[in-house]
């Protein structure tokens, strides 16, 4: 079975390494008989969205080059909880376990209390994500109602006067189009 082993310490610390965790996730690989291990590390903040190991495992993990993702603690893989689910629905997209030995975290489908923790963390994440659409929706109405225009700007707009006054010139829409460089639509619809 091929295994990826991610590890992170955070920037800050320079004393910091990734070596106690790789050195106990490497055990438990040999405990478990796992022989066909790739590690990957970063040095950098969770909060990060990009990142340079991380980013090389998951594409790995695409072309279905592991069957399991061993990580020391959740906080070491995911900057949230919507970040983990993230990852967790792409695992189980790519038929990758991921297993968490010092947490008791396990999403082997042979393991149906690790399918438990995966269901209840995707519940929260569900959860989450629902309130924060509702949040953003809360402000989009709370600033349509102060008379806000939201969106983009519309191009169209700068270009009133002049598409007006073409056209009660009797200028066709294609003239109008090239001189505001605007779509054909956007012009007959001004």
Same mark, same amino acid.
């Given at each position: 079975?091929?295994?990826?082993?991610?590890?992170?310490?955070?920037?800050?610390?320079?004393?910091?390494?990734?070596?106690?965790?790789?050195?106990?996730?490497?055990?438990?690989?040999?405990?478990?008989?796992?022989?066909?291990?790739?590690?990957? @590390?970063?040095?950098?903040?969770?909060? #990060? !969205?990009?990142?340079?190991? =991380?980013?090389?495992?998951? /594409?790995? &993990?695409?072309?279905?080059?592991?069957?399991?993702?061993?990580?020391?603690?959740?906080?070491?893989?995911?900057?949230?909880?919507?970040?983990?689910?993230?990852?967790?629905?792409?695992?189980?997209?790519?038929?990758?376990?991921?297993?968490?030995?010092?947490?008791?975290?396990?999403?082997?489908?042979?393991?149906?209390?690790?399918?438990?923790?995966?269901?209840?963390?995707?519940?929260?994440?569900?959860?989450?994500? @629902?309130?924060?659409?509702?949040?953003? #929706? !809360?402000?989009?109405?709370? =600033?349509?109602?102060?008379? /806000?225009? &939201?969106?983009?700007?519309?191009?169209?707009?700068?270009?009133?006067?002049?598409?007006?006054?073409?056209?009660?010139?009797?200028?066709?829409?294609?003239?109008?189009?090239?001189?505001?460089?605007?779509?054909?639509?956007?012009?007959?619809?001004?």
């Amino acid at each position: 079975m091929r295994v990826a082993i991610y590890a992170r310490v955070s920037v800050d610390k320079s004393t910091q390494t990734t070596d106690q965790q790789v050195s106990e996730l490497e055990k438990y690989c040999e405990l478990r008989g796992w022989t066909d291990v790739d590690v990957f @590390t970063d040095r950098i903040s969770g909060g #990060k !969205s990009q990142r340079v190991e =991380l980013d090389k495992m998951l /594409k790995a &993990l695409r072309k279905h080059r592991y069957k399991v993702v061993l990580c020391q603690r959740i906080d070491r893989l995911a900057r949230s909880l919507s970040h983990f689910a993230l990852l967790l629905e792409e695992f189980k997209l790519h038929g990758v376990s991921f297993v968490v030995p010092s947490q008791g975290i396990s999403t082997e489908t042979s393991n149906p209390a690790g399918q438990l923790t995966m269901n209840i963390l995707m519940c929260l994440s569900e959860f989450e994500r @629902t309130l924060a659409s509702q949040r953003v #929706k !809360s402000k989009l109405d709370w =600033l349509k109602s102060q008379g /806000k225009s &939201l969106g983009r700007p519309k191009k169209v707009e700068a270009h009133l006067p002049l598409i007006r006054s073409m056209r009660q010139k009797g200028k066709k829409l294609k003239e109008i189009a090239e001189a505001t460089k605007l779509s054909i639509a956007s012009v007959s619809l001004a």
